[in-house]
């Protein structure tokens, strides 16, 4: 039951686009309120559901925003981005990995790459091998802490403070960003140059 509870609530808070607690806090609360528990399991568990979550995320930016948001001239801008990623699958990867071991968010990082329709393994193998790797660390931290610490105690404060809200609205804030930079430019000629709408549905700068 513990397990089950455990995976739902990692997957909903990974399935919400923004605001949700991060789950390396969960993991540590679960991690002091449970010493007992196997790290290594809760680990797997939590990663799998982490990475199912985020990828029906990335799948319903593609959805929603690619498919109903976005006109031909965006898609076909997102498209170059797609192509030049597709040509670097393996640094793609690594980079993901390293990224999957901190405990940055992730969100809009999955919401950004549904946008280019790349194929999810991509994503999905190098976040599952990095979350599960930090989520281990994090839960046998707390776990250690917990026999440090007075189990009974109460910590102050909470995860909604101004800094993680103004965060999660840049990061946010910097998807759209990415959607209007000119990429063609920037990878075939290495200058930035964002693009702006104008009557007809073309862009320009």
């Known amino acids: 039951m ?4 455990l995976f739902m609530v ?18 540590s609360w679960i991690g002091f309120n449970q010493p007992e528990q196997n790290p290594v399991l ?19 930016s593609g959805w929603l925003v690619r498919g109903h948001l976005m006109r031909e001239a965006d898609r076909q801008n997102i ?31 999955f919401i950004a790459y549904g946008l280019t ?7 999905a193998a ?25 189990p009974e105690m109460e910590l102050e404060g909470g995860y909604l403070g101004v800094y993680f809200i103004v965060s999660q609205l840049a990061l946010l804030g ?5 959607t209007r930079i000119d990429w063609n430019l920037a990878l075939n000629e290495h200058r930035l140059r964002f693009r702006r709408s104008i009557r007809g549905g073309d862009a320009r700068t």
């Not at 680990?43 to 995320?57: D, E, F, H, P, Y």
């Open 42 to 60: 809760l680990a797997v568990i939590a990663a799998s559901a982490a990475t199912m979550g985020r990828l029906i995320l990335a799948q319903c």
């Open 126 to 150: 190098p976040f599952f091998l990095g979350r599960l790797a930090s989520y281990a660390v994090w839960t046998r931290f707390a776990q250690i802490a917990h026999t440090y610490l007075d």
């Open 2 to 5: 513990t397990m089950a509870v």
């Open 10 to 27: 990692i997957f909903l808070l990974n399935l919400v686009p923004a605001f949700a607690p991060p789950t390396w806090m969960a993991m």
């Open 117 to 123: 329709r790349l194929r999810l393994w991509l994503i």
């Open 174 to 178: 910097l998807v759209f960003v990415l």
């Open 79 to 109: 498209d170059v981005v797609k192509i030049w990623l597709e040509k670097r699958k393996a640094v793609t990867a690594c980079v993901l990995l390293l990224y999957a071991f901190s405990p940055f968010p992730s969100n809009y990082l």
